[in-house]
């Protein structure tokens, strides 16, 4: 089976760094791609992994390890309009795999 | 400029009725998805086509057709409906096997 793992929700303060990890288990894997999702609104593209490592766009990172199977997205000086869902989704050649979303709320 | 567009927005009808939704990409990208999103906020892939042709078929009841006319557009006819079909159906482009896809706005669909 085809599955990934993520905190439902995590709280955090403004100005904070907090960690979203994700672990997953699917019978093909390109990449790990990170998305956001507001209320109401539709996922946003934030990061891909393609090979292990760290990947760094502004105050966003994301991080793979592929021999453990897990990767985790980085958040750095919290801001109050960062509160959202994200999703890790494993990318199988264009088809992408989505965990079930961590909600974060960031507080002043 | 709306890189991806869905129309209607909000979509409420009863049980037995046949809907549709229609989606619109200008990015010039040669794949696009229909996705379906739960109460639980769950995102799951439905069908994909790429140039006009259907790549993806999750594991979907025979009640949804997707059809693509030309690259730009795909649609998504509901049969029947259920009330176990209401969620937020978004629509995305990409380059085929990108990792990186592009969503609509979504479409609300609530089945009384």
Same mark, same amino acid.
């Given at each position: 089976?085809?599955?990934?793992?993520?905190?439902?929700?995590?709280?955090?303060?403004?100005?904070?760094?907090?960690?979203?990890?994700?672990?997953?288990?699917?019978?093909?894997?390109?990449?790990?791609?990170?998305?956001?999702?507001?209320?109401?609104?539709?996922?946003?593209?934030?990061?891909?992994n393609g090979l292990d490592g760290?990947?760094?766009?502004?105050?966003?990172?994301?991080?793979?390890?592929?021999?453990?199977?897990?990767?985790?997205?980085?958040?750095?000086?919290?801001?109050?309009?960062?509160?959202?869902?994200?999703?890790?989704?494993?990318?199988?050649?264009?088809?992408?795999?989505?965990?079930?979303?961590?909600?974060?709320?960031?507080?002043? | 400029?709306?890189?991806?567009?869905?129309?209607?927005?909000?979509? !409420?009808?009863?049980?037995?009725?046949? =809907? @549709?939704?229609?989606?619109?990409?200008?990015?010039? /990208?040669?794949?696009?998805?229909?996705?379906?999103?739960?109460?639980?906020?769950?995102?799951?892939?439905?069908?994909?086509?790429?140039?006009?042709?259907?790549?993806?078929?999750?594991? !979907?009841?025979?009640?949804?057709?997707? =059809? @693509?006319?030309?690259?730009?557009?795909?649609?998504? /006819?509901?049969?029947?409906?259920?009330?176990?079909?209401?969620?937020?159906?978004?629509?995305?482009?990409?380059?085929?096997?990108?990792?990186?896809?592009?969503?609509?706005?979504?479409?609300?669909?609530?089945?009384?």
């Amino acid at each position: 089976g085809q599955s990934l793992e993520q905190p439902s929700e995590v709280t955090a303060v403004e100005g904070a760094i907090v960690q979203i990890n994700c672990t997953y288990q699917t019978s093909g894997f390109y990449g790990l791609s990170w998305y956001q999702q507001h209320d109401g609104g539709a996922p946003t593209f934030l990061s891909y992994n393609g090979l292990d490592g760290l990947e760094e766009t502004g105050r966003f990172s994301s991080f793979l390890s592929r021999s453990d199977s897990y990767g985790y997205l980085l958040l750095q000086e919290l801001q109050m309009k960062d509160s959202a869902s994200y999703f890790c989704a494993v990318n199988q050649g264009g088809k992408l795999i989505f965990g079930q979303g961590t909600e974060l709320s960031v507080k002043p | 400029d709306t890189a991806v567009s869905q129309t209607p927005k909000y979509l !409420v009808t009863q049980m037995g009725n046949d =809907k @549709s939704i229609k989606c619109e990409q200008n990015l010039g /990208h040669d794949t696009m998805y229909w996705y379906k999103q739960d109460s639980k906020k769950f995102l799951k892939i439905m069908f994909s086509y790429n140039n006009k042709e259907l790549i993806i078929n999750e594991t !979907v009841p025979n009640r949804f057709s997707p =059809k @693509s006319p030309d690259k730009a557009h795909l649609n998504l /006819h509901i049969n029947s409906l259920e009330l176990g079909d209401s969620a937020v159906y978004f629509c995305a482009s990409g380059l085929r096997g990108s990792y990186e896809q592009y969503f609509g706005p979504g479409t609300r669909l609530t089945v009384t």
